[in-house]
């Protein structure tokens, strides 16, 4: 049985007796990942066989038995977390840009459809100016400053365009200066996340040392595709962003396609699959894709018709054994699966990959919108009520402290249940979007099967270790949304 401690980063291959003797001690009862133990758990006290002092020494050493009580353990969790935390804060923040929360599109369970069909939000739809480009770069010293960052330091800085529709043609200019002005201040990645509609009008800016990744959306198939990702007209965009992916792979740059499923469309991946393979993008090795659930966040969605990821994960592992092209499929967990197979291959040290907040919006993120007005999350954007700050003429920045209190301390301390979890530092408490609109709070947990699947990733992983397979799917996910 493997071992592994939930915030020491220690694991180990261990009998069935030592374990058994562990859980004798703990009083809790893990339950099998799929059907039922053989014997009763745990074994009666006195079938529990002491391992020798010299293993009872190891696991007080890997911190498996502890003296501490359950109030000074979660006391001591909550101080490294709070330092784990600090340190994922002091590093450089990564930039999202959005040029303007305009979109050619007209997707029908878009979180922004609102802003384009309701005359109210109409003034959200300008693009960005230059000045207001100007200011922000004028404040990103003032920003890194706050993360412990020196003038002048030479690390990369990262920034992704995100809208509305960021690579509109009529966005381009002011994309160009975006990146003329980043450049100027240091070195810079750029990436983006776009329909691909249009992305012909960027040509000569995609390619590594440009814009060298882009996530873009098919809703599955194309008959299926053009029933949801519309123009205002009703007509499809499939064909369109197919040759833009094509094109934009010839250039260099990354591709990751995100099809997003529910129970009505995840049957159709497999006939995706098949088309990734027509056009030629399936051995590409920029090419890359994955499956993400539709999430229950905006009112506009079906909820029985949602999948999760336990299930969907699920899913994916019996198509990618019935259809070897699926395997090109990324899923939910390929990225948990794959840090703990480095753990077993390479006996990588998990602490780094130890996550004390969900995601970006928790410690580095910002998102500026055309309007100076600065974000912590994705989905919250186009609100100034809920906007962490705002970028003033002078390059100075306002920030809302309210906001950002809520915003950045969430971590999985700050709630009763994820403060007690053992898998607390694997999971980082769920997205807190998912979990407000789940619990009514965004400091709350929002768990999506996690302790399922994380024992189906360390036991997959372990067992494609054992038997020398190759890895499958991918873990390019920008957001959990
Ligand atoms: S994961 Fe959730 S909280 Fe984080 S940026 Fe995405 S929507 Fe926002
Ligand atoms: S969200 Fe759930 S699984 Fe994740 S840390 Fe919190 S309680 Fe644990």
Redesign the pocket.
């Known amino acids: 049985m493997l071992l592994v401690h939930g915030y020491s980063g220690a694991y180990d291959k261990v009998t069935r007796r030592v374990a058994d003797y562990l859980r004798s001690r703990s009083g809790a009862v893990p339950k099998p990942l799929f059907g039922e133990w053989k014997e009763e758990q745990p074994p009666a006290e006195a079938q529990v066989v002491k391992p020798s002092e010299q293993v009872i020494e190891v696991l007080k050493r890997r911190g498996y038995l502890t003296q501490m009580t359950h109030a000074e353990e979660e006391a001591f969790f909550s101080k490294v977390a709070g330092k784990l935390h600090q340190m994922s804060v002091n590093t450089m923040p990564s930039y999202i840009f959005m040029p303007t929360y305009q979109c050619n599109l007209r997707c029908p369970y878009c979180f922004q459809d609102h802003m384009r069909t309701n005359p109210a939000f109409r003034h959200l739809l300008r693009i960005m100016q230059p000045e207001m480009v100007d200011r922000i770069f004028a404040a990103l010293p003032r920003i890194e400053a706050g993360h412990g960052i020196q003038p002048g330091s030479q690390q990369a800085r990262n920034i992704t365009f995100f809208g509305g529709e960021p690579l509109l043609s009529e966005s381009r200019p002011l994309i160009e200066y975006v990146m003329r002005k980043a450049r100027e201040l240091g070195r810079a990645n750029f990436s983006a996340i776009s329909n691909a509609t249009e992305l012909d009008a960027y040509t000569d800016l995609l390619g590594p040392e440009h814009i060298s990744h882009i996530q873009i959306t098919l809703d599955g198939p194309q008959r299926e595709h053009d029933q949801r990702r519309i123009y205002p007209d009703g007509s499809g965009s499939f064909e369109r962003i197919a040759r833009n992916i094509t094109l934009a792979l010839e250039r260099g740059t990354k591709i990751g396609v995100r099809v997003n499923v529910d129970k009505n469309n995840v049957h159709q991946l497999p006939e995706l699959a098949e088309e990734f393979h027509r056009r030629g993008w399936e051995g590409h090795p920029g090419f890359s894709a994955y499956a993400a659930p539709i999430n229950a966040s905006n009112g506009k969605t079906d909820e029985n018709s949602i999948l999760g990821s336990w299930l969907l994960t699920k899913t994916l592992g019996e198509m990618r054994d019935q259809n070897p092209r699926m395997n090109r499929f990324g899923g939910p967990d390929d990225g948990l699966r794959e840090k703990v197979r480095r753990i077993f291959e390479r006996h990588e040290n998990p602490l780094p990959s130890f996550r004390t907040e ?1 995601c970006g919006a928790h410690n580095r993120m910002y998102i500026f919108d055309a309007f100076g007005d600065m974000y912590a999350c994705w989905e919250r954007t186009g609100d100034p009520k809920i906007r962490i700050g705002n970028i003033q003429e002078d390059g100075n920045v306002l920030t809302s402290k309210t906001q950002t209190d809520l915003w950045r301390t969430r971590t ?1 301390t700050s ?1 009763p ?14 997205c807190a979007i998912l ?1 407000e609109a789940q619990n009514g709070e965004l400091h709350s ?4 099967g ?2 399922k699947r ?1 024992r189906a990733s360390a036991a997959e992983a372990y067992a494609a270790h054992a038997s020398g397979a190759e890895s499958v799917g991918n873990s390019d996910r920008v957001c959990d949304l």
């Not at 947990?445 to 999506?448: R, V």
């Open positions: 969900f999985v709630n249940v994820c403060r007690q979890c053992r898998f607390a530092f694997y999971c980082g408490g769920g979990a947990n929002h768990c999506d996690f302790s994380f």
